[in-house]
């Protein structure tokens, strides 16, 4: 079914809490481990046509803000999610108090039952209001970033739109660009410091109602983390500055002096190349119309994948007014269907959209069809996001149909892009640890716990006395730091992992895809620990990963001039 076709249906609450103690009845009246699962695969398929309607929904209203029905829909569904995330909680209880709770692991899997034993933790009726506001919050925030438009030569822009402003070859361009990004921040810093302080002041009031000392705990269960903790984050950004930063220090200062400046301000951190990034070459039809050709030649898998994405009009790319920024993948269960949104800027980030969501979208088409449950359908973030940033490096062999003659220009560009973020993922995990471990700091103190922060992860960045950046509050147009809590980091572990397979796939390109696909197809029926062991490839957090990663990556930009 095509998306524009997806009927959407509000999920009403009553009914939902009147099917689900219905299956509660069954499970504690039944007689066999057999009639608790058949009662659970029944409330599992509801629950499919359930999560559907909430995709369905906030896709619509991302693609556009101001639409008034689905903007009521969103506030309705951010409104009753906590009570759907307590009926929930409810059936998970029944199955982990089960007397039939070793057949059923036997049957249904023990990871499951270790991932409802981590979900239990996360909630409580208690904290049902403040759940509501935090959802309340974090959509006012998104709704704020989406409205930000700013004037660029004489006319009004989305924010999104200065992406190539930002790259510009021209300096002056490059600096009136990031000041004019910068304005829109420091015009609105009142409602951005608000609300931040009320989003980590409304987590450790739910940390401290589940019995944690602070967010911290709460948090990490919130992502599902079933194999590491703060503590292999803590070693793993302790890797990262010791052993990655002086590389990245080392790919800044050649990308210095190849685009001709004697020390590197922020407007120049992105510029990789002194006549410009490479940018795709062709409309964004071209880009879509490769993108297919692509998938179609990579393999047999990737070839049925994308013609069910592009024939069912499961994506939306094109930036424009009222749009939520940035990009995403979601998935509607009830279809088997997984949905990109983004927003193409003319830059190569539209091709990573082409990768790193199809990445993501190519993982939850092949798990829909192996019949997993959906609690076991994608694995922990750091495993999803494993999934796309591979994608990005598996695909290298076709980057020519998007790139042509600069190529090799956006290959080394994309490698080392990749290396340059890993420090600043770092920065933002640390930060948000920080901020939920002082959540009395001020807005003053959190924008020099930042600035802090850049000196160890990026101490090759000059603000040049830029406003919003030069006082430290980079971290707000960081959305994740508001909405996904925690979350960032897996992005780092998972470019890790995605260097491994791309590593591999440099010295035998087949054995690299049955690695991943291996990885991809087990869904979530695995840890993160044992993908990584499944597919022959060291943890993040392991000593000395980092060391070896950065020495073989440096070895290739010396052997792949350009």
Same mark, same amino acid.
């Given at each position: 079914?095509?998306?524009?076709?997806?009927p959407?249906?509000r999920?009403?609450? #009553?009914?939902?809490?009147?099917?689900?103690?219905?299956?509660? #009845?069954?499970?504690?009246s039944?007689?066999t481990?057999?009639?608790?699962?058949?009662?659970?695969?029944?409330?599992?398929a509801?629950?499919?046509?359930?999560?559907?309607?909430?995709?369905v929904?906030y896709?619509?209203?991302?693609?556009?803000t101001r639409d008034?029905?689905?903007?009521?829909?969103?506030?309705y569904l951010?409104?009753?999610s906590?009570a759907?995330q307590e009926?929930?909680q409810?059936i998970?209880?029944?199955?982990?108090?089960?007397?039939?709770?070793?057949?059923?692991?036997?049957r249904l899997?023990?990871?499951l039952?270790q991932?409802l034993e981590i979900?239990?933790?996360?909630m409580?009726?208690?904290i049902?209001?403040?759940?509501q506001?935090?959802?309340?919050?974090t959509?006012?925030?998104?709704?704020l970033y989406a409205?930000?438009?700013?004037?660029?030569e004489g006319?009004?822009?989305?924010?999104?739109?200065?992406?190539p402003f930002?790259q510009?070859?021209?300096r002056?361009?490059r600096?009136a660009a990031?000041e004019?990004k910068?304005?829109?921040?420091?015009?609105?810093?009142?409602?951005l410091?608000?609300l931040?302080?009320?989003l980590?002041?409304?987590?450790?009031a739910?940390?401290?109602a589940?019995?944690?000392?602070n967010y911290?705990?709460?948090?990490?269960?919130?992502?599902?983390?079933?194999?590491?903790?703060?503590?292999?984050c803590?070693a793993?950004?302790a890797?990262?500055?010791s052993d990655?930063?002086?590389?990245?220090?080392?790919v800044?200062?050649?990308q210095a002096?190849?685009?001709?400046?004697e020390a590197?301000?922020?407007?120049?951190d992105?510029?990789?190349?002194?006549?410009?990034?490479a940018d795709?070459?062709?409309?964004?039809?071209?880009?879509?119309?490769?993108?297919?050709?692509?998938y179609h030649e990579?393999?047999? #898998?990737t070839k049925?994948?994308?013609?069910?994405?592009?024939d069912?009009?499961?994506?939306d790319?094109?930036?424009?007014?009222?749009?939520?920024?940035g990009?995403y993948?979601t998935?509607?269960?009830?279809?088997q269907a997984p949905f990109?949104?983004?927003?193409?800027?003319?830059?190569?980030g539209?091709?990573d959209?082409?990768?790193h969501?199809a990445g993501?979208?190519?993982?939850f088409y092949r798990a829909?069809?192996?019949?997993?449950?959906?609690a076991?359908?994608?694995?922990t973030?750091?495993g999803?996001?494993?999934?796309s940033m591979?994608?990005?490096?598996l695909?290298a062999?076709w980057?020519e149909?998007?790139f042509?003659?600069?190529t090799?220009?956006?290959?080394?560009?994309h490698c080392?892009?990749s290396?340059?973020?890993i420090?600043?993922?770092?920065?933002?995990?640390?930060?948000?640890?920080?901020?939920?471990e002082?959540?009395?700091l001020?807005?003053?103190?959190?924008?020099?716990?930042?600035?802090e922060?850049?000196?160890k992860y990026?101490p090759?960045?000059?603000?040049?006395?830029?406003?919003?950046?030069?006082?430290?509050a980079?971290?707000?147009?960081?959305?994740?730091?508001?909405?996904?809590?925690f979350?960032?980091?897996?992005?780092?572990?998972a470019?890790?992992m995605a260097?491994?397979?791309?590593?591999?796939?440099?010295e035998n390109r087949e054995e690299?895809?049955?690695?991943?696909?291996?990885?991809v197809?087990q869904?979530?029926?695995?840890?993160?620990e044992?993908?990584?062991?499944?597919?022959?490839?060291?943890?993040p957090?392991?000593?000395?990963?980092?060391?070896?990663?950065? #020495?073989?990556?440096s070895?290739?930009?010396d052997?792949?001039?350009?």
């Amino acid at each position: 079914m095509k998306f524009s076709e997806m009927p959407y249906t509000r999920p009403d609450l #009553e009914e939902i809490k009147k099917s689900a103690n219905e299956t509660l #009845e069954k499970i504690h009246s039944a007689a066999t481990a057999e009639e608790q699962i058949a009662a659970y695969l029944a409330y599992e398929a509801e629950n499919k046509e359930i999560s559907t309607n909430f995709s369905v929904a906030y896709v619509r209203h991302s693609i556009d803000t101001r639409d008034e029905f689905y903007k009521k829909e969103n506030d309705y569904l951010d409104e009753i999610s906590p009570a759907l995330q307590e009926i929930s909680q409810k059936i998970e209880l029944a199955l982990l108090n089960s007397p039939f709770r070793p057949q059923l692991e036997e049957r249904l899997g023990k990871l499951l039952f270790q991932n409802l034993e981590i979900s239990i933790r996360c909630m409580k009726p208690e904290i049902m209001e403040l759940m509501q506001e935090e959802n309340k919050l974090t959509s006012e925030y998104q709704r704020l970033y989406a409205s930000a438009a700013v004037e660029w030569e004489g006319e009004t822009i989305p924010l999104p739109k200065l992406g190539p402003f930002l790259q510009s070859p021209d300096r002056a361009v490059r600096k009136a660009a990031c000041e004019t990004k910068a304005r829109w921040f420091d015009e609105h810093q009142k409602e951005l410091d608000e609300l931040y302080d009320k989003l980590v002041k409304n987590r450790t009031a739910q940390g401290k109602a589940m019995g944690y000392e602070n967010y911290v705990p709460l948090g990490y269960d919130r992502l599902g983390r079933n194999c590491w903790g703060p503590k292999e984050c803590a070693a793993f950004r302790a890797q990262i500055a010791s052993d990655m930063v002086p590389v990245v220090a080392r790919v800044k200062k050649d990308q210095a002096k190849r685009i001709g400046v004697e020390a590197m301000k922020l407007y120049d951190d992105a510029l990789m190349f002194p006549d410009g990034n490479a940018d795709p070459q062709g409309t964004p039809d071209d880009i879509l119309a490769a993108g297919r050709k692509m998938y179609h030649e990579l393999s047999a #898998e990737t070839k049925e994948f994308i013609d069910f994405l592009y024939d069912g009009e499961l994506l939306d790319v094109l930036s424009k007014e009222g749009k939520a920024p940035g990009g995403y993948c979601t998935d509607f269960p009830a279809y088997q269907a997984p949905f990109i949104f983004s927003n193409f800027n003319g830059t190569s980030g539209d091709v990573d959209v082409l990768t790193h969501e199809a990445g993501h979208a190519f993982a939850f088409y092949r798990a829909a069809r192996k019949g997993y449950l959906s609690a076991l359908m994608s694995p922990t973030m750091e495993g999803c996001e494993t999934h796309s940033m591979s994608m990005e490096f598996l695909t290298a062999p076709w980057h020519e149909l998007f790139f042509g003659p600069v190529t090799r220009k956006y290959e080394i560009g994309h490698c080392e892009s990749s290396l340059i973020f890993i420090p600043y993922g770092c920065m933002v995990d640390e930060f948000q640890h920080r901020m939920y471990e002082n959540p009395e700091l001020t807005p003053a103190q959190r924008n020099e716990v930042w600035l802090e922060l850049e000196k160890k992860y990026r101490p090759w960045i000059d603000f040049d006395n830029l406003p919003f950046y030069s006082r430290g509050a980079g971290w707000q147009q960081q959305l994740h730091i508001y909405m996904y809590p925690f979350y960032y980091i897996d992005y780092c572990m998972a470019q890790t992992m995605a260097f491994q397979f791309w590593l591999t796939s440099l010295e035998n390109r087949e054995e690299a895809w049955k690695k991943y696909l291996a990885f991809v197809d087990q869904g979530g029926t695995r840890t993160f620990e044992e993908l990584v062991e499944g597919a022959e490839m060291k943890l993040p957090y392991a000593p000395g990963c980092i060391k070896e990663i950065g #020495e073989k990556i440096s070895k290739w930009i010396d052997a792949n001039p350009l």
